[in-house]
């Protein structure tokens, strides 16, 4: 039998690539085999997952160093934050978003100092607005400075953030126009950011109700999907306790079930292809102090998943 790598550069030199057929019965039928030989176009979808989000850049590292790159992009929240780097140029993204990253805390996120600062502020901020606990002026100037283009136009692939309609709960495709308020919307978490308005809709964070866009991505064409999921995957031991975590591991919970009909192929109507991260069970995703070890570990994971 011949190694793999001997099998993937004969058939690359002949500018084609094995079929899952060929890869199966030599026994080399990879995740990243079966990704490339998978019909197109190919689609990366990034979900939601806050700070979590940091997960993706070490995926699409190890996606790069595959070989594997997408035709357009689907992003929802921070998978949006994130996408958009990918669909101005892949081979450059997981650079840029590890500088990215490296760069930003909470404070540069949603704009607070210390934890007792953090806490006044946000405390002011909901008794004078009545609709959110954090001004939005910090993820906007962020948006608005480290964006890598200004519109949907000037980027190199189809670019496409989730949000939400946050008075009919549809799911709200934002494809042209601008990208700061596209991207402002998208990553409006309800209570915690104010909606942004566009084109006369209140729209919310698109991980309310598809945090894992995959059927979205079909509508708009994909042939086949790749998932970069930021979402918590460890299972939790002992049952939370208090309120704030109580209400942590419900969300999760909820998150879990959406994920279940995203990644399912058949339901989708296409291959999905999933990446799944793990993180750190004492971890949030509104802890940005971690960023460093999450890129790291999503790396790890996505490189063992690929050609494991």
């Not at 030599?26 to 176009?41: E, M, Q």
């Not at 990553?187 to 104010?194: D, K, M, N, T």
Request: hydrophobic share 40%; charged share 20%.
């Amino acid at each position: 039998m011949l190694p793999r790598s001997a099998i993937y550069l004969a058939t690359k030199s002949r500018g084609e690539l094995p079929s899952l057929a060929t890869m199966a019965t030599n026994g080399v039928a990879t995740l990243a085999d079966r990704i490339l030989a998978a019909p197109g176009p190919r689609t990366f979808v990034l979900s939601g997952g806050g700070a979590y989000g940091a997960v993706q850049v070490g995926m699409l590292r190890a996606l790069e160093e595959a070989g594997i790159r997408p035709d357009s992009v689907v992003g929802a929240s921070v998978g949006a934050l994130n996408g958009v780097f990918v669909a101005d140029d892949p081979q450059t993204a997981a650079t840029r978003l590890t500088e990215l990253w490296s760069s930003i805390d909470g404070k540069a996120v949603f704009g607070t100092g210390g934890r007792g600062r953090g806490s006044l502020s946000m405390i002011r901020h909901i008794v004078k607005t009545r609709s959110s606990l954090v001004d939005p002026q910090a993820i906007n100037e962020l948006i608005r400075t480290r964006a890598p283009r200004r519109t949907f136009a000037e980027l190199g692939l189809p670019f496409h953030a989730i949000a939400t309609d946050h008075l009919t709960g549809e799911i709200v495709v934002l494809s042209d126009g601008d990208l700061e308020p596209a991207l402002a919307a998208t990553s409006a978490i309800p209570g915690v950011l104010p909606a942004r308005e566009i084109d006369g809709r209140r729209l919310v964070d698109g991980g309310v109700v598809a945090m894992f866009p995959t059927h979205t991505a079909k509508e708009l064409g994909a042939g086949s999907i790749v998932l970069l999921d930021a979402t918590p995957t460890d299972a939790r031991d002992n049952p939370p306790r208090g309120l704030p975590l109580s209400l942590i591991h419900t969300l999760a919970l909820m998150i879990r079930a959406q994920r279940h009909s995203a990644t399912d192929s058949e339901a989708v109507g296409c291959d999905v292809f999933t990446l799944p991260s793990a993180t750190p069970p004492d971890a949030t995703a509104f802890d940005f102090r971690r960023t460093v070890s999450l890129i790291n570990d999503g790396y790890q994971r996505a490189t063992g998943h690929l050609h494991g």
